[in-house]
């Protein structure tokens, strides 16, 4: 069946980096569109990033754009979200997802921006 695990999360200061890692498994990686979604506390699921099969196409939500960058490494069925100059509005749990709705995704890696 479909599996995502996300990794890389943890507790940063604003300004400071992270890179997400999601593993994927039980579909064909190559063939799907990917995303980041994220939850921040008390709020609904916000898309962030996506990635066309080939990874030459990205796009981003405007808060995240120039500090986010998305790839993905086919050879490796493995999605990837690094983020810089974090800021303490980037807190939420980051998911990894087959659609942008985020219906079909993992079970999440808690980022938390905090001095």
């Known amino acids: 069946q479909v599996q995502l695990v996300e990794s890389g999360g943890g507790l940063v200061q604003p300004g400071g980096s992270l890179r997400l890692s999601c593993a994927a498994s039980?579909?064909?990686?190559?063939?799907?569109?990917m995303y980041w979604v994220r939850q921040a506390p008390g709020k609904g699921l916000e898309w962030v990033s996506s990635?066309?099969?080939?990874?030459?196409?990205?796009y981003y939500v405007d808060s995240v754009k120039g500090r986010f960058t998305i790839s993905r490494d086919n050879a490796k069925n493995t999605l990837y979200l690094q983020m810089n100059s974090l800021q303490s509005d980037d807190t939420a749990v980051y998911y990894c997802?087959?659609?942008?709705?985020?219906?079909?995704r993992g079970q999440g890696t808690q980022v938390t921006v905090s001095s």
């Open positions: 990635i066309n099969t080939g990874g030459a196409g990205t």
């Open positions: 039980g579909f064909a990686f190559s063939t799907y569109w």
């Open positions: 997802a087959r659609d942008s709705s985020g219906r079909v």
